[in-house]
């Protein structure tokens, strides 16, 4: 799986999750205090894990860099 369609898979379910969750939230009455703490955690979410997707297709482009390097020499 690409970079990009990590991203964008990512992307849908939190907006998915996120939009279900305030949904149900103020279906429920729910203050604007819990409203913003959802919205806070759900973008505290996105932040971490789209961190998490670069960490890990870094590594792996460096992996294939280097093992381009040793099937060259």
Do not use: P
Not at 43 to 67: L, N, Q, T
């Amino acid at each position: 799986m690409s970079e990009a369609k990590a991203f964008a898979l990512f992307f849908i379910a939190l907006l998915t999750i996120s939009s279900a969750v305030m949904t149900v939230g103020i279906k429920l009455g729910a203050s604007g205090e819990v409203l913003g703490l959802v919205f806070g955690l759900s973008c505290a979410a996105g932040g971490y894990f789209s961190g998490a997707i670069v960490m890990h297709y870094g590594k792996r482009d460096e992996r294939r860099k280097r093992e381009e390097i040793l099937l060259s020499r």
